[in-house]
């Protein structure tokens, strides 16, 4: 029964197209009568209840209105209204092209707007004060931005932590404007986000649970992006698992690097009491840590746990460290559809869209065994 629906489904648009061929072609001009349905049926072959479902299809697209004891009538087009061109905008911060993960985000926005046929131009942003970004020809100052308005009909932002006064000041024109991966939830505009304060505290409740005590924390420098909320979601963790923070085992670097947090975790490993678990707030900082305790005789996974974030590039395949993938594509993807509702629909108040991280677990976490000698 449901092959048999299928099959009737599939002709009933077949068929639909077929007449809305016709329609363009002038063979069922506008404003006459589309032919009786028995005699429909019998040119294209179909059943009359075939051909009667595709009349329907195309009176629920406004190509023909119903009318009672006549055919269909054929009514006049209209051309859809011309979709705006859209500005993809991100901070070159120093980069001749997008960060690793704006480059995932880019591709969730850029396969979204593709899919829905919008035209985009992606436009570099530089920071006033910024000599080492390369200028382009599409290069804007963040604080032009709203001068946009106008050659751009809507505007979505990989991030935009830089350009929060110029989002607002569009967004006060109603004018559609979307952030991907806004890294400051506080912000009243429309936007995709992971809440980095809840993962952190995931990440202490997975190694508290597995027995372990002196838990460590690697993480950038709390002013940049998001870290203030990683090193908040830390210490709320620890509180929660009734664990006291040493903050002998707090270490901030200055920049997210791998090399950094190793010189860093290698101080760890000196203690008299090292920690068992190390929570890092990017995956780079953990490769570090990993790389100090290594040196230090201990097993990742046996005797120190160590827990990542982020999943992208070369370490989406990295077979051993535990890590939460960030969902950057799905950000990007999710803030180009709220995007093209704004422009479908009109614009519409400020709406915060969530996306949760994936834990990965793997080798690098493992419950606390003997002490290690």
Same mark, same amino acid.
């Given at each position: 029964?449901?092959?048999?629906?299928?099959?009737?489904?599939? $002709?009933?648009?077949?068929?639909?197209e077929d007449i809305r061929r016709r329609i363009k072609e002038g063979i069922f001009p506008v404003n006459s009568y589309l032919p009786p349905e028995r005699k429909l049926a019998e040119e294209?072959?179909?059943?009359?209840?075939?051909?009667?479902?595709?009349?329907?299809?195309?009176? &629920?697209?406004?190509?023909?209105?119903?009318?009672?004891?006549?055919?269909?009538?054929?009514?006049?087009? @209209?051309?859809?209204?011309?979709?705006?061109?859209?500005?993809?905008?991100?901070?070159?911060?120093?980069?001749?092209?997008?960060?690793?993960?704006?480059?995932?985000?880019?591709?969730?926005?850029?396969?979204?707007?593709?899919?829905?046929?919008?035209?985009?131009?992606?436009?570099?942003?530089?920071?006033?004060?910024?000599?080492?970004? *390369?200028?382009? /020809? @599409?290069? %804007?100052?963040? &604080?032009?931005? *709203?001068?946009?308005?106008?050659?751009f009909g809507a505007f979505l932002f990989i991030e935009g932590t830089d350009a929060i006064e110029e989002i607002l000041s569009i967004q006060s024109r109603r004018v559609p404007v979307v952030?991907?991966?806004?890294?400051?939830?506080?912000?009243?505009?429309?936007? !995709?986000?992971?809440?980095?304060? &809840?993962?952190?505290? /995931?990440?202490?409740? #997975?190694? $508290?649970?597995?027995?372990?005590?002196? #838990?460590?924390?690697?993480?950038?420098?709390?002013?940049?992006?998001?870290?203030?909320?990683?090193?908040?979601?830390?210490?709320?963790?620890?509180?929660?698992?009734?664990?006291?923070?040493?903050?002998?085992? %707090?270490?901030?670097?200055?920049? !997210?690097?791998?090399?950094?947090?190793?010189?860093?975790?290698?101080?760890?490993? &000196?203690? $008299?009491?090292?920690?068992?678990? #190390?929570?890092?707030?990017?995956?780079?900082?953990?490769?570090?840590?990993?790389?100090?305790?290594?040196e230090a005789g201990r097993v990742v996974g046996r005797d120190v746990s160590i827990i990542g974030f982020g999943a992208l590039g070369d370490w989406a395949a990295d077979p051993v460290l !535990?890590?939460?993938? /960030?969902?950057?594509? /799905?950000?990007?993807?999710?803030? $180009?559809?709220?995007?093209?509702?704004?422009?479908?629909?009109?614009?519409?108040?400020?709406?915060?869209?969530?996306?949760?991280?994936?834990?990965?677990?793997?080798?690098?976490?493992?419950?606390?065994?003997?002490?290690?000698?």
């Amino acid at each position: 029964m449901l092959e048999k629906r299928g099959r009737r489904s599939r $002709a009933c648009e077949t068929v639909a197209e077929d007449i809305r061929r016709r329609i363009k072609e002038g063979i069922f001009p506008v404003n006459s009568y589309l032919p009786p349905e028995r005699k429909l049926a019998e040119e294209c072959g179909y059943s009359r209840p075939t051909i009667s479902a595709a009349i329907n299809l195309l009176a &629920k697209d406004g190509v023909v209105m119903r009318a009672p004891g006549r055919s269909a009538l054929v009514l006049p087009q @209209r051309d859809p209204p011309a979709r705006p061109e859209l500005a993809v905008l991100y901070n070159v911060a120093g980069r001749a092209s997008l960060s690793e993960e704006g480059q995932v985000i880019f591709e969730g926005i850029q396969d979204t707007l593709s899919r829905n046929a919008y035209r985009f131009t992606l436009v570099p942003l530089i920071t006033e004060g910024d000599l080492l970004s *390369p200028r382009s /020809e @599409r290069s %804007v100052a963040v &604080k032009d931005v *709203p001068s946009l308005v106008g050659r751009f009909g809507a505007f979505l932002f990989i991030e935009g932590t830089d350009a929060i006064e110029e989002i607002l000041s569009i967004q006060s024109r109603r004018v559609p404007v979307v952030v991907a991966n806004l890294e400051q939830p506080d912000v009243e505009t429309c936007s !995709t986000w992971v809440d980095h304060r &809840k993962t952190t505290m /995931e990440a202490v409740n #997975i190694l $508290a649970s597995m027995g372990h005590k002196r #838990i460590a924390y690697i993480g950038t420098d709390p002013q940049y992006n998001f870290y203030a909320k990683t090193l908040d979601g830390f210490r709320q963790g620890m509180a929660r698992a009734g664990l006291v923070v040493d903050e002998g085992l %707090v270490a901030i670097c200055i920049k !997210t690097d791998s090399f950094p947090a190793y010189i860093l975790a290698r101080e760890f490993f &000196k203690r $008299a009491e090292p920690p068992t678990g #190390i929570v890092c707030a990017r995956d780079e900082h953990a490769g570090g840590a990993c790389q100090a305790a290594t040196e230090a005789g201990r097993v990742v996974g046996r005797d120190v746990s160590i827990i990542g974030f982020g999943a992208l590039g070369d370490w989406a395949a990295d077979p051993v460290l !535990t890590t939460f993938r /960030e969902p950057a594509y /799905e950000l990007g993807a999710g803030a $180009a559809e709220m995007l093209i509702d704004q422009v479908t629909n009109g614009w519409r108040p400020p709406e915060r869209r969530e996306f949760e991280p994936r834990l990965l677990l793997r080798r690098s976490v493992g419950p606390l065994l003997e002490p290690h000698p």
